[in-house]
């Protein structure tokens, strides 16, 4: 593959990431736990499309994947262990069981102590601190007010106790982490083998309409009015074809899932802009 289209996949891909890594981020999920779940997504595509021999070739899954061979036989060995499920510790996770767990953060009978946020005195424990221990590089401030906001701490007389150990993001349900799942696959899915297609026409019904000017919010509703009638209309139509068709799928013949995904979206134009465009705007050069 030459440079130039891996340089290519390379903006696309941080483009669709955009709006994934917000939401990871949103949930706790950290850079680390997403590293890993790559690496098992490399490791299970090499061996299921580009490696179709019987035995796991771990060298060869390596020069595939650019993955060493140790992390290649991490990937299987966790894998294939019943029931092994590492736990990856947030930033404000780990702030937390120091503040719980480290005896100079505890008072008597291992109760956490108030802390001031910041101090001159060195022999005193303070916020500050307990950050720059446990959290590295992380801005104090910004740890305080996301563990005062999930409820974790409190601010008492000028001091920061901690109220519970355990910091919770906002919550999805199971249902719609799915969902989300299965849209981005299939998106992605159609997308991916249109542009790989091998032969002209051979690709899946994969088109866009936009407004060429954009919209204003007025007219953006608008539409949203619009196509939730209509695009609902036209999705019932797929379904009563489905339907009406059940009996072309013959007992014992292979079937695959399949159907019509439609979305609304909305674009953020400076979301979609990149990171060298948003670190010159914010003075760094």
Not at 12 to 30: D, E
Not at 205 to 228: H, L, P
Not at 235 to 246: A, N
Request: aromatic share 10%.
């Amino acid at each position: 593959m030459g440079q130039e289209v891996k340089d290519h996949l390379r903006a696309a891909l941080s483009l669709m990431f955009k709006p994934l890594i917000r939401l990871l981020i949103a949930q706790g999920v950290t850079h680390a736990e997403f590293s890993e779940t790559a690496k098992e997504v490399y490791v299970e595509i090499a061996l299921r499309h580009f490696e179709l021999e019987g035995r796991v070739n771990r060298s060869r899954v390596a020069i595939l994947t650019g993955l060493t061979r140790k992390e290649v036989k991490n990937v299987i060995d966790r894998t294939i262990e019943s029931g092994y499920q590492e736990k990856t510790y947030s930033r404000p996770e780990r702030v937390l069981t120091g503040w719980y767990s480290d005896p100079k953060y505890q008072g008597p009978y291992g109760i956490p102590l108030e802390l001031p946020y910041e101090t001159s005195d060195k022999e005193t424990p303070c916020f500050v601190d307990l950050v720059k221990q446990y959290s590295g590089d992380m801005a104090p401030r910004q740890m305080l007010d996301q563990l005062v906001e999930a409820g974790s701490v409190i601010e008492v007389e000028g001091r920061y106790k901690a109220v519970r150990r355990i910091f919770k993001f906002s919550t999805l349900s199971p249902s719609l982490i799915k969902r989300l799942g299965e849209v981005g696959y299939r998106v992605f899915s159609t997308a991916a083998k249109n542009i790989d297609k091998q032969v002209e026409g051979s690709g899946y019904f994969d088109r866009m309409v936009s407004a060429d000017d954009g919209c204003t919010k007025e007219q953006i509703e608008m539409f949203n009015d619009f196509i939730k009638v209509r695009g609902q209309e036209y999705l019932e139509e797929i379904d009563v074809w489905f339907s009406s068709r059940k009996e072309l799928n013959k007992p014992g013949e292979k079937r695959e899932e399949t159907g019509m995904y439609m979305v609304h979206y909305v674009e953020d134009a400076e979301d979609a802009g990149t990171l060298r465009k948003l670190l010159i705007e914010r003075g760094v050069e």
